[in-house]
């Protein structure tokens, strides 16, 4: 049964107006987002537009200055700069770094533990999580993305494309509602590339609420559901994959896509 939090129409994110500055550098100028359940949201733009940016203030690795994050319906952060805007508490950081789970350009695996371990560490340790069950889930995650066989080895063992689906079995294995994944395959060759997104395709079809950063137009117009493009901060163009790479409105828009493909 659907809970008033689990409700298929309430997001599992939204950002409202969202600006983020570091120091004088204004990063973020007023963005609004929202991840709906069971939809994949694909942010593109150029290097330096405040992608990363955006993914990190989402899920609060980041503090932000201005903005709302409201999260399944619960608003964690709102408007208005100084007292009147509340800081999330350690419990609403823990719950929204749980269920927003990040899978990073650099796979960001723990050297020193196997595949498993590392899988398991944050169900466990951060989440308190049943051990046994853990690795019962861990397992079945880690077969799902096809390296079943690697759990007793250490990532250094493994290639880049075997690391990045160990990273996101492990985002998995928190079980979370949305994951977000920020250049998932731009550290990979090419050949390693594609056995990622191939498992990125493949959680795009169950159902998964996801927020993907990439550089590779063709994925996102492949499996997203909306794109969003960002410049210099703010949202310059938005919309269904067909209509945002098919027929691009914004000069910008148009200017970044004949030069990425
Ligand atoms: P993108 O992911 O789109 O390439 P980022 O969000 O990483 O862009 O960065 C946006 C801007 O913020 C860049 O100008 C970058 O130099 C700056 N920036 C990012 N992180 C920091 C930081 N920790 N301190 C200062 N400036 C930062
Ligand atoms: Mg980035």
């Not at 929204?96 to 020193?112: G, K």
């Not at 889930?137 to 075997?162: E, F, N, T």
Request: charged residues 25%; contains cysteine.
């Amino acid at each position: 049964m659907l809970t008033k939090d689990s409700n298929s129409a309430t997001p599992v994110i939204e950002i409202r107006d969202l600006h983020k500055s570091y120091g004088d550098l204004e990063v973020l100028k007023g963005v609004s987002m929202i991840a709906p359940r069971g939809h994949v949201t694909s942010l593109i733009g150029s290097s330096g537009s405040g992608k990363s940016t955006l993914l990190r203030c989402a899920n609060l690795l980041e503090d932000s200055q201005q903005g709302e994050i409201i999260f399944n319906g619960e608003p964690i952060l709102w408007k208005g700069a100084g007292l009147d805007r509340r800081p999330a508490d350690r419990k609403q950081v823990t719950r929204i770094r749980t269920n927003l789970s990040m899978v990073f350009q650099q796979f960001n695996l723990w050297a020193h533990m196997t595949i498993l371990q590392n899988v398991m560490e944050a169900p466990v340790t951060v989440m308190g999580r049943d051990k046994a069950e853990v690795e019962e889930k861990a397992r079945m995650y880690l077969d799902k993305v096809g390296i079943g066989d690697k759990c007793d080895v250490y990532p250094a063992q493994m290639s880049g494309g075997q690391q990045q689906r160990a990273a996101i079995a492990r985002a998995l294995c928190m079980e979370p509602q949305a994951l977000l994944f920020d250049e998932p395959t731009s550290a990979l060759d090419p050949e390693l590339e594609q056995e990622v997104i191939k498992v990125i395709k493949a959680l795009a079809e169950e159902g998964r609420t996801m927020i993907i950063v990439t550089h590779d137009m063709r994925m996102a117009a492949d499996i997203s559901d909306h794109v969003v493009f960002l410049h210099k901060g703010l949202i310059e163009e938005e919309g269904h994959p067909s209509d945002l790479f098919g027929n691009p409105k914004s000069e910008r828009l148009k200017q970044f896509l004949s030069a990425t493909v």
